[in-house]
């Protein structure tokens, strides 16, 4: 089930939006507008895109984008909710937020259940706009987990 219809078009007048998620098991929908701006930045052996449907109608303007195995997203603090339209309860992530493996040294982009991750020389260069419909970017960084904060 779509948390809401990922576009103007299919949803009968709701803000467009550029990202999007699924209720009940996480897939991360972005428009393949906004993607082009970042698409290079895909190491194709850990990230994959995606076709969406609809109604069994192909949605050439969209993309599901998974990253398998990607880096956990810490944070100092974190609430649960339950998602208004499936009843399913979700965490959502609060205070001080960080990964703590240092694998993604150097990494341009990470996908995760948290959102999508470009490192902030890579989104400065590019004068990467945030996508219509998501959160107000957030500096995350890196703390190795002897110095993270529970």
Request: net charge positive; aromatic share 8%.
């Amino acid at each position: 089930m779509l948390a809401s219809a990922p576009s103007t078009s299919i949803c009968r007048g709701l803000p467009a939006s550029e990202t999007r998620w699924t209720c009940n098991f996480q897939v991360r929908l972005v428009s393949r507008e906004w993607l082009a701006q970042i698409e290079d930045l895909i190491d194709s052996r850990r990230i994959a895109l995606g076709q969406v449907y609809v109604d069994g109608q192909a949605l050439p303007d969209w993309a599901t984008i998974h990253e398998a195995h990607a880096p956990r997203l810490l944070s100092s603090a974190g609430r649960s909710k339950v998602c208004s339209i499936c009843g399913s309860p979700y965490a959502t992530l609060w205070g001080k937020i960080y990964f703590t493996d240092p694998s993604i040294v150097g990494r341009p982009l990470i996908i995760g259940a948290d959102g999508i991750f470009v490192r902030e020389d890579e989104a400065i260069r590019r004068a990467l706009r945030t996508p219509a419909g998501s959160y107000k970017p957030k500096l995350v960084g890196l703390n190795r987990s002897d110095q993270a904060t529970h």
